[in-house]
């Protein structure tokens, strides 16, 4: 029994719903989280390899509860499902009570699949009825907070391709998987692009981009001071880091911060997460794709690596990592224009025409060059797509920041980094320039690579 095919289902809601934004969008969502766990056999959503990934199951559960918490606040009518999945489907909102442990999400096996999916069909339906009975007339408090869990399905999205690359690997086989576009470019290595200094505007703009959304870390819009700097034109790639691997990199302490040199011991890193030794001294690394040498694969950008192996690289290299502040306005600014993007190439939404995005269904990074056509006014390039790209900056509120979403990204605001850009793993409707994300210094689970800089 295919328990993950619901498109019948919201196709017959369709036929007697009216039908608007809301619920494509809800629709659009919700079937692309469908289409990310087709490929799974129902062994395959319980289980959790490691206390920082979540088993499918609960993706699934934690997403269907998102919209029910909405339901239950929302919508007089509604009969929530038989029972209430909070402890377990919750995630760190405490605002719903205890949490349960996220290191033991798959050591429980009810509520089962079974019940989980029907628990995602029937708030499925729930919000059809919902969204028909305020006829288009939503509060638009409670707009934006729809408009919320949307976004927050997407970034899950995300999330469960890292799981499943970790649960899976070559095993998952994506109900489609695209070759990526061709690319003859002959790399130079070390290009770097020089950035004046100067004041810049950082953050998001909500006045200059009505209707867009972004998520209120990104705001306010506030100035700060550059110095004059040089930026790698393309991310860091295989081949460069193999380079640093080759000359002693995870042996020599004197790369690495002190904590990150603990981690290198504790944890015996001699490669970023999923290369392997093969029995002829080479590294490979195995991902979606199947097992590839690194020769084959030495210009695509290097992923899977932690801020600690970021930074040692870029140290070795004679170089450092960019300040989130850096990395924005070599990706968005348009000095000749004195105009700021949404994106490197502009203000038009991604599309697999210009970056390699979840929408590209490539499922692996692609070679640096690849997008040249749709480089930043500088002359940067690939910053969105491929990989996150880990900048210097601590995750902390920007000037004047106020909530707008209280216990969702601003209780985040402590012992973590920024990442930049958007990975092949990203829905294009979750990042732009002005996006930031955040990790913890060690963790290397998510598709996060880099691209260095330096001082003029």
């Given at each position: ?58 993706h699934i559960g934690h997403l269907t509860w998102f ?20 402890f377990y489907f919750n995630s760190y909102y405490l ?19 079974k019940e989980t999916i029907e628990y995602w069909n ?335």
């Open positions: 029994m295919n328990y993950t095919n619901i498109d019948s289902h919201i196709k017959d809601i369709k036929t007697f719903e009216k039908t608007g934004t809301f619920f494509d969008e809800f629709i659009r969502v919700r079937n692309q989280t469908i289409e990310i766990v087709t490929p799974l056999e129902i062994e395959d959503y319980v289980v959790q390899t490691e206390a920082f990934m979540s088993p499918p199951r609960w919209y029910d918490q909405l339901l239950r606040k929302f919508y007089d009518g509604y009969r929530p499902f038989r029972e209430n999945y909070d605002t719903f009570g205890e949490l349960f442990n996220k290191s033991r999400r798959g050591t429980l096996s009810r509520p089962t699949v029937y708030v499925n339906e729930q919000v059809f009825n919902f969204l028909n009975n305020v006829n288009g007339n939503l509060n638009e408090n409670v707009r934006q907070l729809f408009i919320l869990g949307f976004h927050h399905e997407y970034q899950h999205q995300e999330l469960m391709v890292y799981d499943l690359q970790h649960l899976l690997a070559d095993k998952y086989m994506p109900v489609e998987m695209n070759e990526p576009p061709a690319n003859g470019r002959q790399l130079k290595k070390g290009e770097m692009i020089e950035i004046p200094g100067g004041i810049f505007e950082m953050g998001f703009d909500k006045y200059s981009f009505p209707g867009v959304f972004a998520y209120d870390i990104e705001m306010p819009l506030h100035k700060v001071f550059l110095n004059d700097y040089k930026i790698d034109r393309y991310p860091v790639t295989n081949g460069e880091y193999l380079e640093f691997m080759n000359d002693g990199g995870y042996s020599n302490f004197k790369y690495w911060l002190s904590e990150g040199w603990e981690a290198v011991r504790a944890n015996n890193w001699k490669a970023p997460l999923y290369w392997q030794m093969n029995d002829n001294g080479k590294w490979s690394k195995i991902d979606f794709r199947g097992e590839k040498n690194i020769s084959e694969i030495s210009d695509e950008p290097v992923i899977n690596v932690s801020y600690f192996e970021a930074a040692a690289y870029a140290k070795w290299a004679g170089k450092r990592l960019p300040t989130e502040a850096e990395w924005e306005k070599a990706s968005s600014y348009d000095e000749s224009k004195k105009e700021k993007y949404l994106y490197p190439w502009g203000n038009d939404n991604p599309s697999s025409e210009y970056s390699n995005l979840f929408d590209s269904r490539i499922w692996s990074p692609v070679k640096a060059g690849t997008y040249d056509k749709f480089k930043s006014p500088y002359g940067c390039c690939q910053m969105i797509g491929d990989c996150w790209e880990w900048t210097s900056s601590e995750f902390m509120p920007y000037p004047g920041f106020k909530t707008g979403f209280e216990e969702y990204n601003d209780k985040w605001f402590n012992n973590q980094k920024v990442l930049k850009g958007g990975s092949f793993g990203t829905p294009g409707i979750s990042t732009r320039n002005t996006y930031r994300n955040f990790f913890k210094t060690h963790e290397r689970w998510m598709i996060s690579g880099f691209r260095c800089a330096e001082f003029n």
